[in-house]
């Protein structure tokens, strides 16, 4: 299944470093002890159990390097569709917390966020990621008072977070994803 999303010059790759690795384990352990019973010997076990490391090694660097899709291609997000009716989500904001609905997946496109301050000191609601059109925050909001947040948001991975100094590193942060 992860052969199938890769481009061409990654299956190539991965393919490649498969075929070396396979190789020498196949030559290592069927071509080499019948040529040299006692392979690899006293002097060459050492030369061996690097090579089999250096080898897993590159194995393991190619499938970090090969085994996803290239940042330029990942960076792609579907626009948002525009005209579409926003989404509307409710927030609740309390003294270092933010409570989303249930479901944390939505759709790529326009989306408002009604933020409901449920604290006893004033926050706001920012929005972080990779594909954000709109304003990226709600003004400071008093306790008990309500504000609304609209903006278009790609397919990724997003932060919800209130931007007053301390609240995000107290926990006032939720993640959502698009897409």
Known sequence: MLLAGLSTGHKIG???VAVVFIAFA???SFLAPRRRPDFPGKNGLSVFVIACFVLFAAMIAAV???GGESAAKGAEHPAPKEGAPAKTIKVSESEFKIVLPAAKTLPAGKVTFVVQNAGKIPHDLAVKGPAVTGPAKTPLISPGQNAKLTVSLGTGSYTLYCSVPGHEAAGMKAEL???
């Open 14 to 16: 991965l393919g490649v």
């Open 26 to 28: 196949l030559a290592s």
């Open 64 to 66: 970090e390097t090969f």
């Open 177 to 179: 994803s698009v897409g």
